[in-house]
């Protein structure tokens, strides 16, 4: 009976991803604004002690805390070609409940693309801002 080389034992890989960021604090971007990775939506301390109430969802994994803040999750591929335009009518009203709550945080896997668009897009939006000053926050 002929029977399939055995395959050898692979050990699981503890190599970080550098392309994220590995912080797992929300940084406020003004009064009430909160951005951070997917890590600082982890950290149900930190939200918590910064008055989160809310929490803009736009790394495609599931709500980590559903019973103790209001989500948001808006499936957006981090690619340069995503329809981020389509999301911020929506995302707009629902930033606006969450700082009025006390706080909202915009968190994306890395912490620095999709989040970082919402915060422009909402600044943007809703206090007539230009990209460059809404980059500058």
Request: overall charge neutral; proline content about 7%; charged content about 20%.
């Given at each position: ?11 699981p ?65 981090d ?34 693309s ?23 926050v």
């Amino acid at each position: 009976m002929n029977r399939p080389p055995k395959m050898p034992k692979c050990k699981p890989s503890l190599a970080l991803d550098t392309n994220i960021v590995q912080d797992n604090m929300p940084q406020m971007v003004l009064p009430g604004i909160f951005i951070g990775s997917i890590h600082a939506a982890f950290n149900q301390e930190a939200l918590l002690e910064n008055g989160i109430t809310h929490i803009l969802n736009a790394s495609r994994v599931p709500a980590t805390f559903p019973r103790h803040f209001t989500y948001l999750s808006v499936d957006l591929r981090d690619r340069e070609d995503a329809n981020i335009l389509s999301c911020i009518p929506t995302t707009n009203i629902f930033l606006e409940a969450g700082i009025d709550a006390g706080g909202v945080l915009i968190h994306c896997f890395g912490g620095r693309s999709r989040s970082a668009g919402f915060v422009c897009a909402y600044l943007m939006s809703s206090r007539g801002w230009s990209l460059d000053k809404a980059l500058e926050v």
